[in-house]
């Protein structure tokens, strides 16, 4: 397949890497993911601000990232060693396996985010609603560590404070 020029105005990535774009095609909005190949700016036309972007849509897409979860139980609990990333595709996996656990009513369970080294807005949300799940069915729910990019993500939503961490 030949290169594509494609005007942008978001990606995460630029020049020589893996780029992640969201254009509008035709009124329909879509998501791709190619390697870039060339990559201009476009700031001196009117409305400024968008990026010319050339892509090599034969390279392959980046597979998702890869969540290991290691269940261990111990003495009336369960302890969740999550390492890699958690995100939209692999939230769905920590979710049913937290609720599995919880239907088994422990009398704690922690998380290990020691070795987590990405966490996106999916897996927050499986985090907040683990949280929520343990104040209401009187469990505890603590977590191990977490890398200093979760640790952020979690200080910029503000929800740091409101969950237990032990050492």
């Known amino acids: ?11 995460d990535q630029l020049l020589g890497g ?3 774009t969201w254009s509008t095609v035709a009124g329909q909005q879509t998501f791709s993911a190619a ?8 700031s001196g036309r009117r409305g400024g601000g968008r990026s010319r972007l050339v892509v090599d849509t034969s390279a392959p ?14 003495e009336g609990g369960v302890v969740l ?10 939230a769905p996996e920590l979710r049913r396996q937290l ?5 088994a009513h422990p009398d704690w369970i922690l998380i290990d985010l020691s070795r987590l080294t990405f966490m996106d807005s ?3 949300t499986v985090v907040i609603q683990a949280n929520q799940s343990a104040e209401l069915n009187g469990h505890r729910l603590s977590f191990r560590s977490a890398s200093p990019q979760v640790r952020r993500l979690f200080e910029l939503t503000g929800f740091l404070e409101h969950l237990t961490f032990v050492t």
């Open 1 to 11: 397949m030949r290169p594509w020029v494609e005007e942008i105005s978001t990606c």
């Open 18 to 20: 893996i780029v992640r």
């Open 35 to 42: 390697h870039v190949v060339a990559l201009s700016s476009a």
């Open 61 to 74: 897409e980046p597979s998702p990232g890869i969540l290991r979860i290691r269940r261990d139980e111990d």
């Open 81 to 90: 060693a999550l390492e890699g990333e958690l995100d939209l595709s692999s």
């Open 99 to 103: 609720r599995e656990i919880e239907a």
């Open 122 to 124: 999916s897996g927050l």
